[in-house]
T-cell receptor
Framework: KAGVTQTPRYLIKTRGQQVTLSCSPI?????VSWYQQTPGQGLQFLFE???????NKGNFPGRFSGRQFSNSRSEMNVSTLELGDSALYLC??????????????FGPGTRLTVL | DAKTTQPNSMESNEEEPVHLPCNHS???????IHWYRQLPSQGPEYVIH???SNVNNRMASLAIAEDRKSSTLILHRATLRDAAVYYC??????????????FGQGTTLQVKP
């Protein structure tokens, strides 16, 4: 079974621009979660989508948004980029129906650099 | 979610057992204990989880204290490939928390040949 894929793997943008990252979950998984990883803050939860609806949200500004399509693929958008948005963005997929025993499968991440 | 405390770093020799501790003194009766690890330049990967009883799988064992205020991830024979950051995470029961993991700083495990 193919794993979680993320595109692009690397991205360079300038301040003020916007960016869209894509995540394709494991076949059959209906939940996709997004995380931001930086050296200073570690891994932080952004949001989770399940069956095209946002189910959980972390403490990030409204510039960070996402969506999920009917095939469970998800996109994350960051508008008006700031230098501090430079990070590794990870997505994880899961069945989404097992509650607190749900296993998350992570993709390799997209490395975003904001200049 | 309740907080976990882990040592910042640990060292081990190759082919020796490794015991990675985690304190979670404020754990509630319905919190599951999960362990994930992140190898260099990769996304995190699931290792093991448990509620009350000790658990074993092909990757590791999880020993949970009787009062559940602490747990230990056991790698029976460390290999160089086990060098990673190990995260101990508590997950509250309830479908509303399904896709949300709260990561702490984790323990960086160094394995020496």
């Amino acid at each position: 079974k193919a794993g979680v894929t993320q595109t692009p793997r690397y991205l360079i943008k300038t301040r003020g621009q916007q960016v869209t990252l894509s995540c394709s979950p494991i076949s059959g998984h209906r939940s996709v979660s997004w995380y931001q990883q930086t050296p200073g803050q570690g891994l932080q939860f952004l949001f989770e989508y399940f069956s095209e609806t946002q189910r959980n949200k972390g403490n990030f500004p409204g510039r960070f948004s996402g969506r999920q399509f009917s095939n469970s693929r998800s996109e994350m958008n960051v508008s008006t980029l700031e230098l501090g948005d430079s990070a590794l963005y990870l997505c994880a997929s899961s069945l989404g129906t097992s509650g607190s025993t749900d296993t998350q499968y992570f993709g390799p991440g997209t490395r975003l650099t904001v200049l | 979610d309740a907080k976990t405390t882990q040592p910042n770093s640990m060292e081990s020799n190759e082919e020796e057992p490794v015991h990675l501790p985690c304190n979670h003194s404020t754990i509630s009766g319905t919190d599951y204990i999960h362990w994930y690890r992140q190898l260099p330049s990769q996304g995190p990967e699931y290792v093991i989880h448990g509620l009350t009883s000790n658990v074993n799988n092909r990757m590791a064992s999880l020993a949970i204290a009787e009062d559940r205020k602490s747990s230990t991830l056991i790698l029976h024979r460390a290999t160089l490939r086990d060098a990673a950051v190990y995260y101990c995470i508590l997950r509250m029961m309830g479908s509303s928390n399904t896709g949300k993991l709260i990561f702490g700083q984790g323990t960086t495990l160094q394995v020496k040949p």
